[in-house]
């Protein structure tokens, strides 16, 4: 079965700091991945997508992807206490547009 | 860009009745559309998978005649949840994908439902 992995927090981090997310998953031929941001009782907001090996950088957001070791990982540098949020890791299953999401890593920043 | 709309945003209906809520690409044509419920504290979990003027694509275990999905245009897709039970109250989401651009997902601002 398919799956897609991340720790379900909380992770604290004070403001100002940087958090790092992660994601592992379990299908080697997945192709495209996805980061959301969930706020409680709201829909999710995609952040950035990656296709390719290597950092995906959008203003505080980076997004690295490994491929032979199966993870994605989303940075946040300058964390904001407004950034507090459930961040759920997609990833797209081969040969349709179906995500499988991760269970979601809960973040708080600390003001 | 990207703007995805749902209708109703919150719905309160009796056990036995049907329940319908509208999805909308705003800004652009949506050849696929997703539905996805959450329940509290938990990911989100992948009902169906419409594309427009095809019969839905239900995942294992949900019930296409619970669940009824019309895809009618490239930027309306509904989901009626027909003779309703308190089990069925959730947080009902829609995503479109854009066109034939990427891969990525747009949700709609989600509808709570609840059956008394």
């Known amino acids: 079965q398919k799956e897609v992995e991340q720790n379900s927090g909380p992770l604290s981090v004070p403001e100002g700091a940087i958090a790092s997310l992660n994601c592992t998953y379990s299908d080697r031929v997945s192709q495209s991945f996805f980061w959301y941001r969930q706020y409680s009782g709201k829909s999710p907001e995609l952040i950035m997508s990656i296709y390719s090996n290597g950092d995906k950088e959008d203003g505080r957001f980076t997004a690295q992807l490994n491929k032979a070791s199966q993870y994605v990982s989303l940075l946040i540098r300058d964390s904001q206490p407004s950034d507090s949020a459930t961040y759920l890791c997609?990833?797209?299953?081969?040969?349709?547009?179906?995500?499988?999401f991760g269970t979601g890593t809960r973040l708080k920043v600390l003001a | 860009g990207a703007v995805v709309s749902q209708h109703p945003s919150w719905v309160i209906c009796k056990s036995g009745t049907s329940v319908k809520i509208e999805c909308r690409s705003l800004?652009?044509?949506?050849?696929?559309m997703f539905w996805y419920r959450q329940f509290p504290k938990q990911s989100l979990m992948l009902m169906a998978t419409s594309n427009e003027g095809s019969k839905a694509t239900y995942e294992q275990g949900v019930e296409k005649d619970k669940f009824l999905i019309n895809h009618a245009s490239l930027t309306l897709s509904t989901l009626t949840v027909t003779s309703a039970h308190p089990e069925d109250s959730s947080f009902y989401i829609c995503?479109?994908?854009?066109?034939?651009?990427?891969?990525?997902?747009?949700f709609g601002p989600g509808t709570r439902l609840t059956v008394t």
């Open positions: 995503s479109a994908r854009r066109g034939s651009v990427g891969y990525e997902q747009y």
């Open positions: 997609a990833v797209t299953e081969m040969g349709t547009y179906k995500y499988i």
């Open positions: 800004d652009f044509q949506a050849t696929t």
